[in-house]
């Protein structure tokens, strides 16, 4: 099992960052794939970027694409989420993701583990 802590959420005007962090514990080197996902009340959870573990391709939903920056460190176990130019419609719990596999998936159901989720709130 992997077991997974996002942090980095908080309230931000429209226009401004935030950087989202997720921590990976225990069998990490089973992670191939770490994505984050978005939720809202009204919503299933939305795939909103992808990372491959070794290799470091990436992935993005359309809507974030020149936004978002996913990346990671692999020494830390951590991935991250550079969220610039932040709107209200970004406002949801995030949710970071491990995949067993060679694709960045962008159904949640594929997903192995995930953590508790960090929430983002952006102000008009």
């Known amino acids: 099992q992997v077991q997974l802590a996002e942090s980095g959420g908080g309230l931000v005007q429209a226009g401004g960052f935030l950087r989202l962090s997720c921590v990976a514990s225990?069998?990490?080197?089973?992670?191939?794939?770490m994505g984050w996902f978005c939720q809202t009340p009204w919503k299933e959870r939305e795939f909103v970027a992808g990372?491959?573990?070794?290799?470091?391709?990436?992935a993005y939903e359309d809507s974030v694409k020149g936004r978002f920056t996913i990346s990671r460190d692999n020494a830390k176990n951590t991935v991250y989420l550079q969220m610039n130019s932040l709107k209200v419609e970004d406002t949801a719990v995030y949710y970071c993701?491990?995949?067993?596999?060679?694709?960045?998936?962008?159904?949640?159901?594929?997903?192995?583990?995930w953590g508790q989720g960090t929430q983002v709130t952006v102000s008009s």
């Open positions: 225990g069998r990490t080197y089973s992670i191939y794939i």
């Open positions: 990372i491959s573990w070794c290799g470091g391709r990436t």
């Open positions: 993701a491990t995949a067993r596999s060679s694709n960045i998936y962008t159904r949640s159901a594929l997903y192995d583990s």
